[in-house]
């Protein structure tokens, strides 16, 4: 797994926030978020940027 999908899994985790939140939060599939966090998928820059602006305001 990559340091970026090992990080969003640890911020999920501690937050107790789903994939299908952040999924839904982002405008993605959840699987897509599923992906990045099992490292099947590598995580863009552009995403990252997606992902933090998105953790900013899930409840």
């Known amino acids: 797994m990559g340091k970026?999908?090992?990080a969003l899994k640890?911020?999920?985790a501690?937050?107790?926030i789903s994939q299908n939140?952040?999924?839904m939060t982002i405008d993605i599939r959840r699987w897509d978020?599923?992906?990045w966090v099992h490292g099947l998928t590598d995580l863009a820059?552009?995403?990252i940027?997606?992902?933090a602006k998105a953790l900013r305001?899930?409840?």
Do not use: F, Q
Request: hydrophobic fraction near 45%; charge should be negative.
């Open 57 to 59: 305001i899930v409840d």
């Open 21 to 23: 939140k952040l999924a």
């Open 49 to 51: 940027v997606e992902i």
């Open 33 to 35: 978020v599923g992906r």
């Open 45 to 47: 820059g552009e995403i």
């Open 10 to 12: 640890r911020v999920l």
């Open 4 to 6: 970026a999908g090992e």
């Open 14 to 16: 501690t937050y107790s």
